[in-house]
């Protein structure tokens, strides 16, 4: 919630595009109060809720472990978000429920916290999920565009396959965002082109281009991880890396072998 000053008071302002700015706390709150009303409703009578820890709420809004949209708490045009942070010392997680503007918070209707082992509290996780810290921290070479960065179940099991194939001396997972450049790149002028099927009937369809790095001459390769999607007729960029082994490369290296002008690639996320 931002502040406008006037010449004679300060607006409180949530969202200038709704014109929801008010002259008061007074006016805010009266405003607010259904929605807050209708929203505790749904949500409060169902969980053994503990002390709201006001010290760590902050902390909630800027570093949370997860935020999910939910649209079903209003029906409204617009989407309440929950932002959630696991307490450890209390044993309990914090849930603040907020109207966001541009993802980050404006206004916030209500905030509890809730037994950590309460099974109820996964059910406050509906709709989408807009943020999830575990995901983010686990797969470091997660990159902005790709379906591995957006919490991906086909993406994350096809991920963590390959890192527990990769060697101590290949290149870091750190490292792989400095590489992003070539991936546009290699769907377009790839080497190489595999597409096989996997056990659920999935279509991988997988580039691979060589490279030599300039400062130290060593050879390496780019790979490019995708999913053949039948109803766009193109192809779902699920993740993508480098890698300096020929062990690994080989792995991607199955099924049928394409010309590049038979694969449409899909425009990433």
Request: aromatic residues 12%; charged residues 35%.
């Amino acid at each position: 919630m931002s502040k406008d000053k006037t010449e004679n008071q300060e607006q409180l302002v949530i969202d200038e595009s709704r014109n929801w700015v008010f002259a008061s706390e007074e006016e805010l709150y009266a405003f607010f109060k259904p929605f807050i009303e209708k929203i505790e409703s749904s949500l409060l009578d169902d969980y053994a809720l503990d002390e709201l820890h006001e010290d760590v709420l902050e902390k909630t809004l800027e570093d949370p472990d997860e935020i999910w949209a939910n649209f079903a708490l209003l029906e409204e045009s617009y989407p309440v978000y929950l932002f959630f942070r696991k307490i450890e010392a209390a044993e309990v997680t914090q849930v603040a429920v907020c109207y966001c503007v541009e993802d980050e918070p404006s206004f916030i209707y209500t905030y509890f916290c809730v037994d950590s082992e309460d099974a109820k509290l996964e059910t406050l996780k509906q709709d989408n999920l807009i943020y999830d810290r575990a995901i983010r921290e686990v797969f470091k070479g997660a990159l902005e565009g790709d379906s591995l960065s957006e919490g991906d179940e086909l993406s994350i099991g096809l991920y963590k396959a390959m890192t527990t194939l990769r060697g101590d001396l290949d290149i870091n997972e750190e490292d792989f965002k400095a590489y992003i450049n070539l991936r546009e790149e290699v769907i377009e002028e790839a080497d190489e082109i595999w597409r096989s099927m996997d056990s659920y009937g999935n279509y991988l369809v997988n580039f691979i281009r060589e490279y030599e790095d300039s400062d130290t001459g060593e050879n390496f390769y780019y790979i490019v991880v995708t999913l053949e999607d039948k109803v766009s007729d193109s192809n779902v960029l699920l993740f993508s890396f480098p890698t300096k082994e020929e062990g690994l490369v080989e792995r991607y290296r199955k099924g049928e072998n394409l010309q590049a002008d038979e694969v449409t690639q899909e425009s990433s996320h």
